[in-house]
């Protein structure tokens, strides 16, 4: 158990290690791109990669309904995780740090990231009820390309939030010792220097890490499942989505601090559509078109009895509309008021009352 536990912790570690390279490497290549823009696409994407490689490895693992449902539960538990803990924990920090009273976001950016969060959630929630299949699929990828789309057209204009003429030139320094231990990628093979050809090749280097410790996770999460007797949807609930949360997590609070307030806030939305429609959509995909559709109505050892009562005792359903009324109540929050110390509080009460939720079916 010991030693499961350590590569959990490894595990966490390395992803939330790599992301400062990974996120130099990809605000490099991404310098032009304006504020408003990266956060939801070019930062969502590359914070995402450990959900859609757990989603993958999990699918294609078991085979079966079994690595579905694991996959699934990474998704919305890190869904849930991004939509509260992230923007939370980012005001946190610099209230903490700077003493922001008050985090303001623009009204346009919540309002669009929002509705099609929201979009991608009732999409979900349709084919958990209908059954996955292979246009399922396919509409989940176009959803997101068209979602890419009306953000750049709706934002193209707006100002890069990077300043082309200081463009910071070299990873940071911190010795040898500390360098390997922070994982500075840089500082392996090109004394730091930060170019397009050495950050195509950190980009390359950090997935390979990345693609590492999804694997540790995924296998040590089947192990504790075996282990406690709880099903493998609740322990990738509880470990793989908070685990591969933390490059989002890291990311926009580097983000908030340095002031980019909307890439910070907007990278939460926009990785959660990019977990639901290609994270899962795309394994999901590719799966359907080799093995058919998937029929999402089987049974899963839940924990509490209200599935007893209400939806056949389909947790996956359950979890899909726990997940949109949380999506709603905060998204609503964060439009009608700036996020302060107060509906801080109130939107952590509510991720707790979402994992209550879950528990108690």
Same mark, same amino acid.
């Given at each position: &158990? #010991?030693? =499961?536990?350590?590569?959990?912790?490894?595990?966490?570690?390395?992803?939330?290690?790599?992301?400062?390279?990974?996120?130099?490497?990809?605000?490099?290549?991404?310098?032009?791109?304006?504020?408003? =823009?990266?956060?939801?696409?070019?930062?969502?994407?590359?914070?995402?990669?450990?959900?859609?490689?757990?989603?993958? &490895?999990?699918?294609?693992?078991?085979?079966?309904?079994?690595?579905?449902?694991?996959?699934?539960?990474?998704?919305?538990?890190?869904?849930?995780?991004?939509?509260?803990? =992230?923007?939370?924990?980012?005001?946190?920090?610099?209230?903490?740090?700077?003493?922001?009273?008050?985090?303001? %976001?623009?009204?346009?950016?919540?309002?669009?990231?929002?509705?099609?969060?929201?979009?991608?959630?009732?999409?979900?929630?349709?084919?958990?009820?209908?059954?996955?299949?292979?246009?399922?699929? !396919?509409?989940?990828?176009?959803? !997101?390309?068209?979602?890419?789309?009306?953000?750049?057209?709706?934002?193209?204009?707006?100002?890069?939030?990077?300043?082309?003429?200081? %463009?910071?030139?070299?990873?940071?320094?911190?010795?040898?010792?500390?360098?390997?231990?922070?994982?500075?990628?840089?500082?392996?093979?090109?004394?730091?220097?930060?170019?397009?050809? @050495?950050?195509?090749?950190?980009?390359?280097?950090?997935?390979?890490?990345?693609?590492?410790?999804?694997?540790?996770?995924?296998?040590? @999460?089947?192990?504790?499942?075996?282990?406690?007797?709880?099903?493998?949807?609740?322990?990738?609930?509880? #470990?793989?989505?908070?685990?591969?949360?933390?490059?989002?997590?890291?990311?926009? #609070?580097?983000?908030?601090?340095?002031?980019?307030?909307?890439?910070?806030?907007?990278?939460?939305?926009?990785?959660?559509?990019?977990?639901?429609?290609? /994270?899962?959509?795309?394994?999901?995909?590719?799966?359907?078109?080799?093995? /058919?559709?998937?029929?999402?109505?089987?049974?899963?050892?839940?924990?509490?009895?209200?599935?007893?009562?209400?939806?056949?005792?389909?947790?996956?359903?359950?979890?899909?509309?726990?997940?949109?009324?949380?999506?709603?109540?905060?998204?609503?929050?964060?439009?009608?008021?700036?996020?302060?110390?107060?509906?801080?509080?109130? #939107?952590?009460?509510?991720?707790?009352?979402?994992?209550?939720?879950? =528990?108690?079916?």
């Amino acid at each position: &158990m #010991i030693y =499961i536990i350590l590569k959990i912790i490894a595990a966490t570690y390395i992803l939330w290690k790599i992301s400062s390279s990974f996120d130099l490497a990809a605000n490099y290549l991404t310098r032009n791109i304006g504020e408003g =823009i990266k956060g939801p696409t070019i930062n969502a994407i590359a914070s995402s990669l450990p959900e859609i490689f757990i989603s993958s &490895m999990f699918l294609f693992y078991y085979g079966d309904v079994r690595g579905f449902s694991a996959g699934y539960a990474t998704i919305i538990g890190s869904s849930a995780f991004n939509i509260t803990l =992230i923007p939370v924990v980012s005001f946190l920090v610099v209230f903490y740090n700077q003493k922001v009273k008050n985090f303001e %976001v623009d009204r346009s950016i919540i309002k669009q990231d929002g509705l099609y969060l929201i979009g991608a959630i009732v999409l979900l929630m349709g084919g958990l009820y209908y059954g996955i299949h292979l246009y399922f699929t !396919y509409a989940l990828v176009i959803y !997101y390309i068209l979602y890419v789309m009306n953000l750049y057209l709706s934002r193209k204009d707006n100002k890069s939030d990077i300043d082309n003429n200081n %463009v910071v030139l070299k990873e940071k320094s911190d010795g040898i010792f500390l360098n390997v231990l922070n994982l500075r990628l840089f500082r392996f093979f090109s004394g730091g220097k930060v170019n397009s050809k @050495t950050s195509l090749v950190v980009i390359f280097l950090s997935i390979g890490l990345i693609a590492y410790s999804c694997d540790l996770l995924i296998t040590s @999460t089947e192990y504790l499942s075996g282990k406690v007797g709880v099903n493998l949807f609740f322990v990738s609930f509880f #470990i793989a989505s908070i685990a591969s949360s933390l490059p989002d997590t890291f990311l926009s #609070i580097k983000d908030a601090l340095n002031g980019k307030f909307h890439d910070s806030f907007s990278n939460a939305y926009g990785s959660n559509v990019f977990d639901i429609c290609i /994270g899962l959509g795309l394994p999901l995909l590719i799966y359907t078109s080799i093995n /058919g559709t998937i029929d999402t109505n089987f049974p899963i050892s839940r924990i509490g009895c209200i599935g007893d009562y209400i939806l056949g005792g389909n947790i996956l359903l359950w979890s899909i509309i726990l997940l949109l009324i949380l999506t709603v109540i905060t998204t609503l929050i964060y439009y009608f008021k700036s996020l302060s110390f107060r509906s801080s509080v109130l #939107i952590l009460l509510l991720y707790f009352l979402f994992i209550i939720g879950l =528990i108690l079916f």
